[in-house]
């Protein structure tokens, strides 16, 4: 079983926009967070952006002000809000969960990937210039 469903990637012009949607097939689990992860070729995968049970954000610095993450927690469906994007931001998206542990509110755990244990399958965003 795949645990988390992506979709919504595809292909900009720079300033353009898209809105990455993940739904979770694994029901009944608590987690603790909720995460984008992207990983940029010649790269580490890093994180992008993440929400906690409480409500708290985190936004690796590149992307403040530009992306937003959001979830629907009665339909098990994470949201990543991508806008005026620019070619750095071209990589494979991946939304993942974490039914580990979790940390204070908003903070920079929340972009770990040693927390989350459940991945999804990725999806390709291209920002040409």
């Known amino acids: 079983q795949v645990p988390l469903l992506e979709s919504g990637g595809g292909s900009v012009q720079t300033g353009g926009s898209l809105r990455l949607s993940c739904l979770a097939s694994?029901?009944?689990?608590?987690?603790?967070?909720l995460g984008w992860f992207r990983q940029i070729p010649g790269q580490e995968r890093e994180g992008v952006a993440a929400i906690d049970i409480d409500g708290g954000t985190r936004y690796v610095d590149s992307v403040k002000g530009r992306f937003t993450i959001s979830r629907d927690n009665a339909k098990n469906i994470l949201y990543l809000q991508l806008n005026s994007l620019k070619p750095a931001d071209t990589a494979m998206y991946y939304c993942s969960a974490n039914s580990r542990s979790r940390g204070n509110r908003g903070g920079e755990w929340l972009l770990e990937q040693r927390f989350y244990n459940y991945w999804g399958q990725g999806t390709q965003v291209t920002v040409s210039s």
């Open positions: 694994e029901y009944g689990a608590t987690f603790y967070s």
